[in-house]
C-alpha cells in the first residue's frame, strides 16, 4: 500500500496559519475556486463584552407550557433574565364571582390541571370552613387518598418532564405509564381522568365504586418497584448528577423571603410542610415523614419529590386500612342535594333540589383560608362571602406563581442549558401561573 | 431502598420529623371553627399594643385573624411583624385585595404566615375607592411580594409604592380596558366585541421586547427603520 502524506494544513482547514478560524466558503465557481461572499475577510464573530438577547418560549417544549423567557447573555452565561407570564390568562377569580360554590370546583380542575382531584378537595376544605361543617370521617379519608394521589400524578409529571429536559427519556415513559394507572383509578371514580370535579361541598361527588380499594391496594403494592427503578436509573446517573448539582441553589433563608414552598422550599433546608405545621383531613393522625434537602439545588429538588412520592405511599397505605363506613356526604339539607330517586317520586325533595341548584347555598358573611401542601407547595383558596350564594372574591394562593417569581435570582450566573434543568425543577404549571 | 433520599450521594438528603417548633406538640386538624370569635392570634394585640392607632381593629373570622392597619403603616407594622424576634413572620402566603359589591371600602389583604411561632396572620388596609389606591409595598420585607403585587396592581389597579418594578403581569402592557377583578369591570370586558377584535388585529406582532431588553445587545439598533420611528414617538413595547 503506497504511502499516504496529509498535509496539517488541509487536515485542520477550520484553521489559518496563525491559529484563528477560518469559514469553508459555501460557493464555488465552475473551476472550483472559492467565490468569497463578501470583500471582508471571513472571521468568527467576536462578541468582546457584547451581549446578547435570547429569547425562549412561549411555544417551547421545556418552557412547560406558555412561559416566555427572556434571557441576556455573555457567551453562553445568564446575566439576566425577565420572565414573561399571563399568556394562558383566563380570568378565573374573576368568573367565580358570577358562579356558586359548587360551581366552582370544576374551575379548580382546570387551573393546576396535574393536581385536579387535589384542587377540588382543597377548594371545599376554604368553602366548608366558611360554612361551618365538618366533613363525615369516610369522606375524610376518601380527601386524603385523593390529595395524595394527584401529588403522586404531579410528581409523576414533573418525574418525567424534568428527565426528557436533561436528556433520559426512559424514566420519562415508566413514569407516564404509572400515572396511566393512577387516572384509570380516578376515572372510574369519578368519570373523568383529567378534569375530576370530584369534591363538593359537604362531601364528595360519589363514593368509590365496589372493588375500587382493591385496585388501589394494587396500585401502592406495585407502585415502589417504579420508584425504585426511577431511583436507581437517575440518582447516582452521572449525567443526572452533573446535570443538577449546584443549579440554581437557593439558601434557606433566601428560599422563605422570596416565598417558595413545597419541595421547592424543602430542598433549601425548611423544614416547613403543611400537612405537619397547619393539618388539615387528619393529616396529623398519619405516620409520614417530610424530606429535607441541604443544598436547595436542582438535585436536591428531584431528591425531596421522588421521596414525597414514597411517603405518600405510605399514606395511601394507612389511608386504605382505616377507611371508615359510613355516609361520605354531610347531612345538612342547606348543602346536599336529595337522592336522584327521591327528588323524582317526592314534590319535596324535587323543590329542595330545585331550589338548591337553582340559588345555590349560602354561606354566612365571612372569609376563609385553608391552605394545603400541594404538590406544588402551599395552596390555598381564600374566599370572601356576603351571605349570597356566590362569592365575593374567590382568590388562588398559586405556589407556581410565586416559586417561578424566583427564577432570574436562580438562573444568574449559570448556563443557558442549566435554564432548561432550573425551570424544569420549578415544577410549574402555567394554568395555575396565569389562572 | 433505605428511609433516607440519597443517604449516600455527598450527604444531600435527610429526614425530620416535619415539626418546625422542637418540642412543641403537634398542632392538630381543626373542626368545628366558629364564624365569628374564637382565641385570636397573639400577635395581633401585641401589634395593636405597639402600634396604637395604627391598628384600628382585629377580628377573628372563621378561625383565623384579621389585623386591621392604616394604609400608610402597612410597611411598618409588616416589617415588624417579620423583624421582631417574638413575632417571625417569616413567610408572606400571599398579597391580594377584595372590593366589596356594595361598593364599600377596597382591602389590601397581606397573607402572614409564622412558621417559627405556627402563626397566621391576616392584615388588612382598607382604601376609600374614590381616591388614588396607593398602598407601601412590602417588597423590601419579603422579595416573594414582587409578583404578587404586580399581579394585585394588574388586576385591581392598586399601586404598591416601592415596589421596583410595578408593571402589568397577567395582562398585556398595552390592556387599556382598566382593572379586570374591579366590580366595575363587567365579566366580558370594558369594550365590545369589534372593539376587542380590532385592538387584537391591529396591535404590533412585533413589539415583543420592553424597551429595557432591548437595550441588551444593542438590539435596538437591529429594528426595522419604521419601528424604530413608532419608538422614537414614545409608543410603549409590551409583551
Known amino acids: ?435 | 431502598m433505605s428511609g433516607a433520599p440519597g443517604g449516600d450521594a455527598g450527604g444531600a438528603g435527610l429526614l425530620r420529623a416535619g415539626h418546625a417548633v422542637p418540642g412543641a406538640p403537634a398542632p392538630a386538624s381543626r373542626r368545628g371553627v366558629p364564624n365569628r370569635g374564637g382565641a385570636a392570634n397573639p400577635s395581633a394585640a401585641a401589634a395593636a399594643a405597639k402600634f396604637g392607632a395604627a391598628v384600628r381593629r382585629t377580628e377573628v373570622v372563621c378561625g383565623d385573624t384579621n389585623l386591621h392597619v392604616a394604609p400608610a403603616s402597612a410597611l411598618d407594622v409588616i416589617r415588624w411583624l417579620h423583624d421582631d424576634p417574638s413575632q417571625q413572620y417569616e413567610y408572606l402566603v400571599d398579597v391580594t385585595a377584595v372590593e366589596q359589591r356594595d361598593g364599600g371600602p377596597l382591602e389590601v389583604v397581606w397573607h402572614l404566615r409564622s412558621i417559627a411561632c405556627r402563626r397566621f396572620l391576616r392584615v388588612k388596609a382598607e382604601l376609600d375607592t374614590s381616591k388614588p389606591l396607593v398602598v407601601p409595598s412590602v417588597w423590601p420585607v419579603y422579595k416573594g411580594a414582587d409578583w404578587l403585587e404586580r399581579e394585585c396592581y394588574d388586576m385591581f389597579g392598586i399601586r404598591f409604592e416601592g415596589h421596583p418594578d410595578l408593571r402589568r403581569i397577567l395582562m398585556w402592557e398595552q390592556y387599556r380596558e382598566g382593572f379586570p377583578l374591579r366590580k366595575d369591570f363587567p365579566l366580558r370586558g370594558r369594550f365590545s366585541r369589534a372593539e376587542q377584535l380590532k385592538q387584537a388585529l391591529t396591535g404590533n406582532p412585533e413589539a415583543h421586547y420592553s424597551m429595557e431588553e432591548l437595550t441588551i445587545a444593542d438590539a435596538f439598533d437591529d429594528l426595522p427603520v419604521e419601528m424604530k420611528v413608532r419608538l422614537g414617538h414614545g409608543e410603549q413595547v409590551g409583551e
Open chain 1, 1 to 435: 500500500m503506497a504511502t499516504r502524506t496529509v498535509d496539517v494544513a488541509l487536515a485542520t482547514s477550520g484553521l489559518d496559519a496563525s491559529g484563528k478560524p477560518v469559514r469553508t466558503p459555501l460557493v464555488t465557481d465552475a473551476a472550483g475556486n472559492a467565490i468569497a461572499l463578501n470583500a471582508h475577510p471571513p472571521v468568527e464573530p467576536d462578541f468582546g463584552g457584547e451581549h446578547m438577547l435570547i429569547n425562549i418560549g412561549p411555544q417551547h417544549p421545556a418552557t412547560h407550557g406558555v412561559l416566555r423567557l427572556v434571557l441576556e447573555l455573555d457567551g453562553e452565561t445568564v446575566v439576566r433574565c425577565v420572565p414573561h407570564v399571563g399568556y394562558l390568562h383566563c380570568g378565573f377569580e374573576k368568573i367565580g364571582e358570577y358562579r356558586q360554590y359548587n360551581q366552582i370546583v370544576p374551575w379548580t380542575d382546570r387551573e393546576d390541571y396535574l393536581n385536579s382531584i387535589g384542587n377540588n378537595c382543597a377548594f371545599v376544605l376554604s368553602a366548608e370552613r366558611l360554612f361551618g361543617v365538618d366533613i363525615t370521617p369516610r369522606c375524610t379519608v376518601l380527601r386524603v387518598i385523593a390529595m395524595e394521589l394527584s401529588r403522586i400524578i404531579s410528581h409523576l409529571v414533573w418525574l418525567g418532564t424534568t428527565s426528557i429536559d436533561i436528556g433520559a427519556f426512559t424514566p420519562f415513559l415508566w413514569a407516564f405509564q404509572e400515572r396511566e394507572n393512577v387516572y384509570q383509578l380516578l376515572e372510574s371514580w369519578t368519570g373523568a381522568r383529567l378534569t375530576t370535579s370530584g369534591a363538593r361541598v359537604g362531601g364528595m361527588m360519589a363514593d368509590i365504586p365496589d372493588g375500587w380499594l382493591d385496585r388501589l391496594r394494587n396500585f401502592v403494592r406495585t407502585f415502589p418497584r417504579t420508584i425504585a427503578e426511577v431511583d436507581g436509573m437517575l440518582t447516582r446517573n452521572a449525567i443526572w448528577v452533573g446535570r443538577t448539582i449546584g443549579l440554581g441553589a437557593m439558601s434557606a433563608s433566601e428560599a422563605l423571603n422570596y416565598g417558595l414552598s413545597g419541595p421547592m422550599l424543602r430542598a433549601s433546608g425548611v423544614d416547613y410542610d403543611v400537612r405537619k405545621d397547619f393539618p388539615y383531613l387528619d393529616y396529623e393522625s398519619y405516620d409520614f415523614e417530610v424530606p429535607v434537602g441541604t443544598q436547595g439545588d436542582v438535585y436536591d429538588r428531584y431528591l425531596v419529590r421522588v421521596e414525597e412520592l414514597r411517603q405518600s405511599v405510605r399514606i395511601l397505605e394507612q389511608a386504605i386500612a382505616r377507611l371508615p363506613d359510613g355516609p361520605v356526604n354531610v347531612d345538612d339539607p342547606r348543602l346536599i342535594l336529595p337522592d336522584k330517586h327521591r327528588a323524582t317520586s317526592e314534590m319535596e325533595s324535587m323543590i329542595h333540589h330545585f331550589k338548591l341548584v337553582m340559588e345555590g347555598p349560602r354561606p354566612p358573611v365571612g372569609e376563609a383560608y385553608v391552605p394545603v401542601e400541594s404538590p406544588k407547595g402551599e395552596k390555598g383558596y381564600y374566599m370572601v362571602s356576603d351571605g349570597t350564594s356566590k362569592p365575593v372574591r374567590w382568590r388562588i394562593r398559586p405556589p407556581s406563581f410565586v416559586n417561578l417569581s424566583a427564577i432570574p435570582k436562580m438562573v444568574e450566573g449559570h448556563l443557558l442549558s442549566d435554564v432548561i434543568a432550573i425551570n424544569a425543577s420549578i415544577d410549574i404549571v402555567m394554568g395555575e401561573i396565569d389562572r
